[in-house]
Every structure is written in C-alpha cells, then in structure tokens.
Nanobody, 125 residues
C-alpha cells in the first residue's frame, strides 16, 4: 500500500519559516512534489524533485524562498519555506509519480498518481 504522510504545517507570521516533511512508503517513486491549494483556487505546483538525480524545479512565485530536498535513506521529501507571505497560505499536498516526465509536465497535477492528505499552512500578516 502506497502512503505519503505529511507533517510540519502550522501558523506562522509573515517573514517566518516552516519546514514540511513527507514520508513515502510502499513503492519507489520517480518524482515527488508539493502542490498547494488555497480556498476558491485551483491546485498549483510549488516544487518537484526527481528521486534519483535530485533535479528540482519551482513555481516562479516561490523561487528563492522555498527549497525542496529529499533524504533517500529516510524515503522523505522536505519543503523548506522561508520568507513566508500571507499569499502562501494554503493546504499543501505531497505528491508522487512513478513515471518520468519533463519538467514542464511535472507542473501538471494530473501526472501524479499518489497524494498525501494535505497539511494546512497559514501565514498571518
């Protein structure tokens, strides 16, 4: 059974930091990513990382502030979020796919076939 279990969300003031974790189990993934969804908006990509090579890509809105990384030994992917803004408020979802896709394709939520339950991140102004 495949599982992605997120942790690390919470409430933080603008300018603060949070680190999200996502522990995966059940199979080997090709790419893991983070998406987010704010109320009334579509789910959007935040960042993705390939499991073997560690190649990363980011949404323009988070470049320079967020860092995605993985710990192969722990089968865990992280999202370090710095300089948080109120517009970063959303439910953040860990996701994974066991197929290889181009960087542009990985921005599409429909290529991912495994999802975590989501963790709320709230940034107060």
């Amino acid at each position: 059974q495949v599982q992605l279990v997120e942790s690390g969300g919470g409430l933080v003031q603008a300018g603060g930091s949070l680190r999200l974790s996502c522990a995966g189990s059940g199979r080997t993934f090709s790419t893991l990513g983070w998406f987010r969804q704010a109320p009334g908006t579509e789910r959007e990509v935040v960042a993705a990382i390939t499991w073997s090579g560690g190649s990363t890509n980011y949404a323009d809105s988070v470049k320079g502030r967020f860092t995605i990384s993985r710990d192969i030994a722990k089968n865990t992917v992280y999202l370090q979020m710095n300089s948080l803004k109120p517009e970063d408020t959303a439910v953040y979802y860990c996701t994974a796919t066991d197929r290889s896709y181009s960087a542009s394709a990985l921005r599409n939520q429909y290529v991912y076939n495994y999802w975590g339950q989501g963790t709320q991140v709230t940034v107060s102004s």
